[in-house]
């Protein structure tokens, strides 16, 4: 019986794994299909340049907030809750989270909004004027899309902690498809009537983008209940061991990702097109990652 019920839960971990690895790398070739568009539109100049770094400080924020580091550490504690059959210390535990990411995301893109020209300065000091003032624009417009990354983040945690896969992956996929779709039907209208600007109907995809596949999963959610709390318990030991798991995880990739600044600093310094030619070179690097390990994890 208990090799039964290993092989049962073996099976189903391979199939999860499968959808989820079916969606990355239908969200994959859709990113690179937006890529296509972009560069055959717009070229491999300081224009794409722009849009590229642009994604640095939403990114961060998003990384700092939800990113790989609480997705790590709330999952297990979330689902060790599930498994206790103590859903409400569960959903205290969700809620606080919840609310403590929304009250950072006030303050970290309200503080990014402001001072983004300074922040965008440091990130690729190499830029004219006139790509800077671009990458800022570009930026003050993506940021939106982290709110709805973020609480998209969250919901996918407890998804995933009741063992519903589909709706995160797909909402992958969907987010590039928004991305693409916007960005070829509105980039020429929009650099008709203000030239040097097209490019900005990409960035503004991946904020519908964004909210689609957050609609996605939070419409998923209404199957396991919504059991929201308004609370800032930060005392409640659910929280407190999601923060002590998460700490590890988030030194980790904030070395990734100051790697990444570093690089691009450097590179803005270079050639047009440079920044450009990094990230999509990043993305073809972390292929295997995505398409095997985050799906398995």
Not at 61 to 74: C, K, N, R
Request: hydrophobic share 55%.
């Amino acid at each position: 019986m208990g090799v039964q019920c290993m092989t049962e839960h073996g099976n189903k971990v391979a199939r999860a794994a499968g959808v989820v690895a079916a969606a990355m790398i239908a969200s994959r070739i859709l990113g690179y299909l937006r890529d296509v568009f972009i560069y055959a539109q717009f070229g491999q100049n300081r224009i794409t340049d722009a849009y590229q770094a642009a994604f640095s400080i939403p990114d961060f924020i998003y990384m700092v907030l939800v990113g790989g580091a609480l997705s790590a550490s709330f999952i297990p504690i979330f689902s060790s809750y599930i498994a206790k059959e103590q859903e409400e210390e569960a959903w205290e535990t969700a809620s606080i989270v919840l609310n403590v990411v929304c009250a950072g995301m006030l303050i970290l893109l309200s503080g990014a909004f402001v001072f983004a020209p300074q922040i965008i300065r440091l990130l690729v000091p190499g830029f004219d004027a006139q790509a800077m003032a671009l990458t800022v624009q570009l930026t003050r417009i993506m940021l939106l899309q982290v709110v709805f990354l973020g609480l998209a983040g969250i919901i996918a945690g407890i998804l995933q902690s009741y063992k519903i896969f589909g709706p995160t992956a797909y909402g992958s996929v969907i987010y590039n498809l928004g991305i693409i779709l916007v960005g070829v039907a509105f980039s020429r209208y929009i650099e008709s009537i203000k030239p040097g600007f097209g490019i900005a109907a990409f960035s503004i995809g991946v904020v519908v983008g964004a909210f689609c596949s957050f609609l996605v999963q939070a419409f998923a959610l209404r199957k396991v209940g919504i059991r929201y709390h308004f609370s800032f318990n930060l005392r409640h030991p659910g929280f407190q061991k999601v923060i002590m798991l998460m700490i590890p995880v988030f030194i980790g990739l904030s070395v990734s990702q100051f790697n990444l600044f570093v690089n691009q600093n450097l590179a803005s310094n270079l050639d047009a097109g440079l920044v450009a030619a990094l990230r999509t070179a990043q993305r073809f690097m972390q292929l295997p990652v995505a398409i095997f390990a985050i799906s398995i994890a």
